[in-house]
């Protein structure tokens, strides 16, 4: 996922048809990978967008020696947005704020009906 130039990632998820999405920005610095995941089911349908420190699989980022332990008082602050796009024009507002980035070179959006 690429970044804007203050190091944030925009993506979201839309449903056009019933007017609703849901957006997240995040700090590409801190979380510098991401996974989308779904979950297929009879009757049953989840996705999710998930911004990470790792990548997926625990014991394959351990055995990359990626994976972040924070010892006994440690602690890291991440600053994460989201939001909801409620309305076309909502969807629109932001469709429109990453397709300016986009034309500057630095996000990538991926469109998916």
């Not at 690429?2 to 449903?15: L, T």
């Not at 014991?59 to 939001?83: C, F, H, M, N």
């Amino acid at each position: 996922m690429a970044a804007d130039p203050e190091g944030r990632v925009h993506v979201a998820i839309v449903n056009a048809r019933v007017g609703l999405g849901v957006a997240v920005s995040y700090d590409k610095r801190v979380m510098p990978s991401y996974i989308e995941w779904r979950m297929m089911a009879e009757g049953q349908y989840a996705v999710g967008i998930e911004p990470c420190t790792n990548g997926f699989g625990r014991d394959a980022v351990k055995a990359a020696g990626e994976l972040i332990v924070l010892k006994p008082g440690e602690r890291r602050v991440y600053r994460t947005e989201i939001s909801v796009l409620d309305g076309a024009a909502a969807i629109e507002h932001f469709r429109g704020k990453v397709t300016a980035v986009l034309r500057d070179g630095s996000v990538s959006v991926e469109s998916r009906d």
